[in-house]
């Protein structure tokens, strides 16, 4: 069963606006981490931003922040005042068993962004 | 820090040529892990260690081999290449334990079998 699933391929969004990408998830696990990471053009894997599932805040590092909605099992990624650079690929993804050293990560198919001028 | 390394950046097999996809990192994690990632379908782990000496199956591990020998490098290893098997390859590694902790990737390998 699909475990993380980011139902947009593509997204267009204009310079300096605010865009969301959704991130939806299943687990049954109490103790998990939710990640979102940045692929570039030029094919790197860059980390962004994590909640855990007993944050009770939402993540937020600089211009994004983890929209995390635990019932809803939804942990979606919001880019504030969009910039050029930030058009790449985006992925969430999920670590279980935080407690107990879990170390498996599962990706979505991801979500490719683009911000227009 | 030179972080996650891979060697080679590229390569070209023909089917049923063999090589190794060398992985090295830095930062003296214990964790580490080879991913694919084919078009569409995200990042798969192939295999996975949890530390030096270690090694375990991951989602897709079928005609790939991998060996820890030393705790800073994960090698993955082809055997007989095939067709299927074309894909870009990244390493990963992280701390291990309990905790919140993100993975450092490598820059990949973009691997085409013909």
């Known amino acids: 069963a699909q475990k993380i699933t980011q139902t947009q391929p593509g997204m267009f969004v204009q310079e300096k606006e605010a865009v969301t990408l959704d991130c939806t998830y299943d687990?049954?696990?109490?103790?998990?981490?939710l990640f979102w990471y940045k692929q570039p053009s030029s094919g790197e894997m860059i980390f962004l931003i994590y909640?855990?599932?007993?944050?009770?805040q939402n993540a937020t590092e600089g211009r994004y922040s983890l929209n995390f909605q635990k019932a809803r099992k939804s942990a979606n990624l919001v880019i504030s005042a969009s910039q050029l650079g930030d058009s790449a690929m985006y992925f969430c993804?999920?670590?279980?068993?935080?407690?107990?050293?879990?170390?498996?990560?599962?990706f979505g198919a991801g979500t490719r962004l683009f911000v227009k001028a | 820090n030179a972080g996650v390394t891979q060697t080679p950046k590229f390569r070209v097999l023909k089917t049923g040529q063999s090589m190794t996809l060398l992985c090295a990192q830095d930062?003296?994690?214990?964790?580490m892990y080879w991913y694919r990632q084919d078009p569409g379908m995200g990042l798969r782990l192939i295999h996975y260690?949890?530390?030096?000496?270690?090694?375990a199956k991951g989602e897709v591990p079928d005609g790939y081999n991998v060996s820890r020998l030393k705790k800073q490098n994960f090698l993955l290893g082809l055997e007989s290449a095939a067709p299927s098997q074309t894909s870009v390859y990244f390493c990963?590694?992280?701390?291990?334990?309990?905790?919140?902790?993100?993975?450092?990737f490598g820059p990949g390998t973009r691997l085409t079998v013909t």
């Open positions: 990963a590694s992280s701390y291990g334990g309990v905790g919140s902790y993100e993975q450092y």
């Open positions: 687990t049954s696990d109490q103790s998990y981490g």
């Open positions: 909640q855990g599932s007993y944050d009770e």
């Open positions: 993804a999920m670590r279980e068993g935080l407690n107990t050293g879990g170390f498996k990560t599962i």
């Open positions: 930062m003296n994690h214990e964790y």
């Open positions: 260690s949890v530390g030096e000496g270690t090694t």
